[in-house]
């Protein structure tokens, strides 16, 4: 079962002569198993963000946990759209909580961390505030764009910060010149993709490929696992 999760080659030694149906089945078993080991030995905090954007397959394990928290030191924490429809709400040892905007001093500690040693002034900081409005995602990605494209120094700097998340992810992919390319193929290929894979659809010589990528990384746009010649390549979730 292992291997065939892993997808190793077993050959005719240990044939896996299983249906889709139930290979699936099995290996959501296994999961589950897993966990429930992981529980058995010490309490266990399991944590899921944005299950908006989980695959079929997924929910149903995440279901399957959720049905079988109640018999395990288990605690699953999940964070979700409001749009979502979660099939275990309801349930009796299940409990639902609304997340509202953070509090501007929150929003303002997060624009301090991502400045660091470049402190932006305090208008510029409080029209920040204002505009992205305690969502903690608006308000990285609009400091970020503040700062590489160097409004902090200029007069007028209000008129020209992007009004919404949208504009503000534009703006940064603006300023990152051929590595835009490369983001706009990887949100093309999916949300994880292989340095094999976006190499064969890039078609860029090794050295271009691995500068735009750096950049990418270096602006945070991207994760990256492993050394390129056999890491998986990951586009950094932006939820809108």
């Known amino acids: 079962m292992l291997a065939d999760l892993l997808q190793i080659p077993t050959g ?16 959501l078993n296994a999961l589950l198993a897993f966990v429930e080991g992981l529980a058995a030995t010490r309490p266990v905090l399991l944590v899921i963000e944005d299950l908006h954007w989980a695959d079929p397959t997924s929910l149903e394990l995440i279901d399957l946990i959720v049905v079988y928290a109640p018999c395990l030191r288990l605690l699953v924490v999940v964070t979700f759209r409001p749009e979502f429809i979660a099939p275990w709400a309801g349930r009796v040892h299940t409990r639902a909580t609304t997340i509202g905007r953070l509090p501007l001093g ?24 204002q505009r992205t409005d305690g969502v903690p995602l608006f308000t990285e990605e609009l400091t970020r764009a ?85 890491c998986g390549i990951h586009l950094q979730a932006r939820p809108g």
């Open 12 to 27: 005719e030694r240990y044939p896996l002569a299983l249906a889709p149906r139930q290979r699936k089945a099995k290996t």
């Open 106 to 129: 929150e929003c303002a500690r997060i624009v301090v961390g991502i400045c660091h040693d470049r402190p932006l002034p305090q208008s510029l900081v409080g029209t920040i505030l």
């Open 146 to 230: 503040i700062i590489e494209s160097g409004a902090e120094c200029g007069p007028g700097e209000a008129a020209i910060i992007p009004m919404t998340l949208h504009a503000s992810l534009l703006a940064r992919l603006d300023r990152l010149g051929e590595a835009r390319e490369l983001a706009q193929i990887g949100a093309a290929l999916g949300r994880r993709f292989s340095y094999q894979m976006v190499s064969a659809v890039a078609a860029m010589p090794t050295a271009r490929l691995n500068n735009a990528l750096a950049r990418l990384t270096g602006a945070g746009l991207i994760w990256q696992r492993g050394h390129p010649a056999g």
